[in-house]
Nanobody, 119 residues
Framework: QVQLVESGGGLVQPGGSLRLSCAAS????????MGWYRQAPGKQRELVAR???????NYADSVKGRFTISRGGAMSTVYLQMNSLKPEDTAVYYC?????????????WGQGTQVTVSS
């Protein structure tokens, strides 16, 4: 099993930046793709960025050019650098690993970290 712990959220003004961290432990050797998701109030959880063990990244159109996903060694840590934040980025952010065949989240969800963008 893989345990996931997110951190780094907070309150930031529009245009500001935050860096989220995800610490993975347990059977991380099995992880090939990690992703950051977010869920805003009243909305479905969505994938905003993913990164493969080889370093290939993909982003949702809504965050392209503003967010950057990166990883530490052996997928034990994944980061999400968020720049030029907008109020619509307000959400609880979660990390998870993805099933490489379905590209869907495969692990249990952690508590997430709240990001609030407001003046």
């Amino acid at each position: 099993q893989v345990q996931l712990v997110e951190s780094g959220g907070g309150l930031v003004q529009p245009g500001g930046s935050l860096r989220l961290s995800c610490a993975a432990s347990g059977s991380i050797f099995s992880i090939n793709v990690m992703g950051w998701y977010r869920q805003a109030p009243g909305k479905q959880r969505e994938l905003v960025a993913r990164i493969s063990k080889g370093g290939t990244t993909n982003y949702a159109d809504s965050v392209k050019g503003r967010f950057t996903i990166s990883r530490g060694g052996a997928m034990s840590t994944v980061y999400l650098q968020m720049n030029s934040l907008k109020p619509e980025d307000t959400a609880v952010y979660y990390c998870n690993y993805l099933d490489v065949f379905t590209m869907r989240a495969a692990g249990s969800w952690g508590q997430g970290t709240q990001v609030t963008v407001s003046s």
